[in-house]
């Protein structure tokens, strides 16, 4: 059982994706996992060394914009919420995916998790690490800064910016071979930049949360909420507050976790969802 790595064109964009398919697979529905801003799909190695053990088939694209997919110019993809969700859809038929469990995490998991409400015939289950759900959820300073003319375009050109904001967002060191995993897009093209500006600029993130809040509180696929609750940059007591009286939704708590847990955390995530994927 090794990670695989493909590439698949969808919606005349090329994306990249890691899957791994376990020696002895369970007949249940594959998992789909999404990253948020600045991370890739590598972000979910462990956790899908993990369910790959345990019988599943997982799944792991890079955003465009991200990794080591397409990196389109603005004329030719727009980085809005819509715009991702439309892109996401189109991988999904690319893949052949007609159901499967979906595993998100962060700015841009929040998209994913739009698409499951459009689509929830299509979603098994649906498991969320820290991600933006509710109206209170805010774009951090430290990616706000992303967006302004200027500004924006010399701090996104620094490839020394993903040391920084994975590490300010994780809590704790991540080792220097997977910050320079994380780093290649932005040392081989100015664009992976100019991408990261572009998804920032355009993340509506006000008039996305309004929708989703109102999409998940009518929501009635088994879900299971994992938060890291030092979180710098998302309040994870208001978040709890604000979908609790959902009964599908389960909620755990990672307490000296922040914003990306997968990297530093994804032995205690599993501990919690293993039985919640295989229920």
Known sequence: MEVQEHTITAGGQEWFYREIVPDAPLDAPPILFIHGILCHGYSWR???????????????????????SAKPQTREFKYTPAAYEAALGELITALALTEFTLVVQGYLGSVAVQYACHH????????????????GATVPWAMQKWSIPFMGDMMT???????????GGAGFVIAEEDLSFYRQPFLKSSQAGRSLMATVKNLQLRE?????????????????????????WLDGEATRRELQKNPV?????????KHYPQEHWSAEIMT????FLQR
Do not use: C, H
Request: charged letters at 20%; aromatic letters at 6%; zero cysteines.
């Open 120 to 135: 929830p015939e299509q979603i098994n289950r649906l498991l969320i690490l820290n991600t933006p759900l509710t109206p």
């Open 249 to 257: 939704i389960d909620w755990g708590r990672l307490p000296e976790a």
């Open 46 to 68: 462990i956790m899908m060394e993990t369910v790959a053990t345990a019988g599943f088939r997982a799944i792991a694209p890079d955003w465009l914009g991200y990794g080591r």
């Open 157 to 167: 050109q620094d490839p020394l910016l993903v040391d920084r904001t994975l590490e």
């Open 272 to 275: 919690m969802a293993l039985p």
């Open 208 to 232: 996305a949360m309004t929708q989703l809040s109102t999409d998940l509180a009518q929501w009635r696929k088994p879900t299971q909420i994992i938060w890291g609750m030092a979180d710098p």
